[in-house]
């Protein structure tokens, strides 16, 4: 077992990211932050947090996206579906996509899915704390990254948060 | 987490946890059919039977709306008019439609336990949309399903069952199913239309007198008085049993309290429910057929993601 990223170097990288996140999208002009449930949810409600000490908190708007039913791996086993919520319009927005662990591309696959059935964005990046390259099964990259991490398949990565994990840290399980 | 069953054949066997599973998966897909898309393509390698050997509308068209929703290839079977009206068995019929390669098999049947035969016989997945006088297991959930919108949770409700309790598997079904999560059940109607060991079996309260249903529960699940299942008649005319069990608002204001109707349809307006109950503030009848498309995707979603 490996800690990748410390709970002060979490704090650290989340607070680059929701800045990055600024300098491409001043004020969060027509932009809207989308987590990704269930563990993404985790980051960008911290992001947001982050976000909110920057702009005005009025120009934030923040949904939760949940892609259980987009999944292509549906009938291998069952994923019990969590809360959607997006309480705005997506269309002609620019989107930034939020989630935890970035790894086969498949969920993110499975989130524009989702995303485009909401609407029409102008534009969707997408923002990951960890970043498992070399590991990708569809052409889908970060915009904005935590960090990259070279893994192989048998490993696991593991983000704990204070709010469900009593613990906060990455770490990189040898399996 | 999965279902601990491969078909969905009744409320009876099914445990707690898978029921508030479907509740929990229905509420998601509540949600999703307020999207402006509102399907997803969960099941599109999915292909449906919808084997109706038994005039229906709402439940028919609810199952057919839900499979659509979930992306899966429907086909859609009458038994008026197939090769049933020729003669060829159910085995037959539903052995033929396999072979080309269907998954899943929805089922409304006039026999009690076709579906279960069925189960025995086949290899797809079975849901019953309504046994005979057996069970309706998709009817009971999308009315526990409103109920627990309207009252946030089951547990500790009072529901009184009134009707044509004798011929309903709506009644059947909702009484396994209010049980298992907790709730209060209370049958009332006219002793003819109410199984003499109900109480014994299946643990209810058993009441005669309207006035005193309606004043003991929160909920009233009103059931449509079954003609087309009586071989002789349970009581003088439907007049008369509109007035000993009729529910008009009249009677609703003497209670001096807030209430829930609830009606599987189709109403018999004027006999059980009076179209000023019907249409009024206390019913949620169209609710009830709103969470029908959600409740449904979630039992197939929840049937065809078990398989492997």
């Known amino acids: ?175 | 987490m999965k279902l601990s069953t491969k078909h969905l054949l009744g409320i009876k066997h099914l445990v707690p946890e898978d029921i508030t599973l479907i509740l929990t998966t229905a509420a998601q897909f509540k949600e999703v059919l307020q999207r402006p898309v509102k399907k997803v393509p969960s099941l599109r390698d999915v292909t449906i039977v919808n084997l109706f050997y038994e005039n229906s509308t709402r439940t028919r068209m609810s199952f057919e709306l839900a499979e659509r929703r979930l992306s899966a290839d429907v086909l859609n079977f009458a038994a008026s008019s197939s090769s049933a009206a020729k003669g060829e068995t159910l085995l037959d019929t539903v052995n033929n439609i396999l072979s080309m390669k269907v998954d899943l098999v929805v089922m409304r049947h006039s026999a009690s336990g076709a579906p279960h035969f069925l189960a025995q016989h086949i290899p797809a997945a079975i849901v019953n949309a309504g046994d005979g006088i057996n069970e309706h297991p998709t009817q009971a959930l999308l009315d526990a399903f409103s109920m627990q919108e309207k009252f946030g949770s089951l547990e500790g409700l009072k529901v009184a069952i009134i009707g044509d309790i004798m011929h309903s598997r709506v009644a059947l079904s909702n009484m396994y199913l209010l049980q298992k999560m907790g709730a209060e059940v209370m049958v009332a109607g006219p002793p003819t239309l109410i199984p003499k060991y109900i109480s014994e079996a299946l643990g209810v309260r058993v009441e005669y007198n309207l006035k005193k249903a309606l004043q003991w529960c929160d909920v009233a699940n009103v059931l449509r008085i079954q003609l087309e299942r009586q071989n002789q008649p349970l009581f003088s005319s439907l007049r008369e049993y509109s007035l000993t069990y009729g529910i008009n608002k009249k009677l609703l204001e003497s209670l001096g309290k807030e209430m829930v109707i609830m009606h599987p349809g189709p109403i018999n307006r004027g006999v059980e429910l009076d179209s000023d109950v019907a249409d009024g503030s206390s019913s949620i009848i169209l609710n009830q057929v709103e969470n029908g498309v959600a409740v449904r995707m979630a039992v197939l979603y929840l049937l065809a993601s078990r398989e492997n």
């Not at chain 1, 996509?97 to 909401?118: K, M, Q, S």
């Not at chain 1, 915009?143 to 906060?168: C, H, M, P």
């Open chain 1, 1 to 175: 077992m490996k800690t990748i990223l410390s709970k002060e170097q979490l704090a650290l990288t989340i607070k680059r990211l929701a800045n990055q996140i600024l300098e491409n999208h001043p004020q969060l002009q027509n932009t809207v932050i989308i987590g990704l449930q269930p563990r993404g949810i985790f980051l960008s409600d911290r992001i947001v947090q982050e976000l909110m000490k920057l702009v005005d908190p009025k120009n934030i708007q923040y949904g939760k996206l949940d892609i259980t039913f987009y999944r292509d791996d549906v009938r291998k086993s069952l994923h019990i579906a969590s809360n959607t919520d997006i309480p705005f319009s997506i269309e002609n927005k620019k989107v930034i996509l939020v989630d935890d662990v970035l790894y086969t591309g498949r969920t993110i696959r499975a989130a524009l899915d989702a995303l485009l059935d909401f609407g029409r964005p102008s534009k969707v990046a997408l923002c990951v704390l960890v970043d498992r390259r070399f590991s990708r099964e569809l052409p889908i990259q970060p915009d904005y990254l935590g960090k990259a991490i070279d893994t192989i398949f048998s490993q696991r990565v593991i983000v704990l948060w204070n709010e469900s994990d009593e613990n906060e840290q990455v770490m990189l399980l040898d399996n």
